[in-house]
């Protein structure tokens, strides 16, 4: 079986993709740091230790740990109480290494954040315009009838489990791929820019309305929070399969925009 190379992702497709993941890297770091000032989630419009939190991450001075509603997990060593750089013991929800900057610094975090997220949001309105023009939703996003069928859908995921790739179809997306890129692109992403233009003053001063549709400020955040979570379980999967898949086919496609497709060499020499 012999290889040849197929365009797979256009310019504007590659391009997004080092920016994104450079910017996302940047957010969620500095995000950490931000969490860090106060390591608690609630709903609605208002939230202060006093209130009841559905998740929160501290520690009783002896151990850390990350409660979610009822439920406690101890997590010393790694969340709420860790030991620094120096061996010395850090009271914070996320380690240093975890955070941009590696210090307790809200307000160069808040800058850092703030700063990159400008970056992270003209760069996805420019991808999506961009690929509205080029044919990228069309040609590879769209998910066609018949691959909403279930068994189609349970065929990919017992591929995927299986650990089968098809070499024959590299420049497609499986329905699989389809759904966690749409998902990824059209929902999480921008309810990260809308959260957090919910979570900014500046915004409730100008467009008021913004936090109540999310149900509140703390909603608000509380949602940002669980993209955020989402972004990077993906990002572990995504990295994960492009191991599995062929890390110099999948990192190749993504700086060339080829990818190895199989074909078939018969007995002839002819190749299919």
Known sequence: M???????????????????????????????????AHPR??????????????????????????????MTLETTGVLGLSLGADDKVRRVAFPGWATIPTRYNLGAARRWH?????????????FMAASVLNGHIRQHLHIHKAEWAPKHIWRDVKNHARLRFDAHNAGTYNILQK??????IFIFLPLMILTGLAM??????AL??????????????????ICAALLF??????????????????IRS????????????????VTS
């Open 41 to 70: 989630l609630y709903w609605g419009e208002y939230g202060s230790r006093e209130d009841r939190a559905w998740l929160e991450i501290d520690d009783t001075r002896t151990t850390g740990f990350v409660k979610i509603g009822s």
């Open 200 to 205: 900014s003053p500046a915004m409730n001063a």
């Open 114 to 126: 703030f700063a990159v997220a400008w970056l992270f949001a003209l760069g996805l309105a420019g």
């Open 2 to 36: 012999a290889e040849n190379l197929v365009q797979r992702h256009k310019a504007t497709t590659r391009i997004w993709h080092w920016l994104n993941a450079l910017a996302l890297t940047v957010l969620l770091m500095s995000g950490l740091m931000i969490f860090n």
């Open 208 to 225: 008021p309305w913004m936090h109540d549709i999310f149900g509140g400020r703390q909603s608000a955040r509380s949602i940002h929070f």
């Open 233 to 250: 379980i993906f990002v572990l999967v995504h990295l994960v399969m492009v191991f599995l898949s062929g890390p110099i086919n999948g």
């Open 179 to 184: 759904f966690s890129y749409v998902s990824v």
């Open 254 to 269: 993504m700086i060339t925009g080829k990818v190895a497709q199989a074909r078939h060499v018969n007995v002839t020499g």
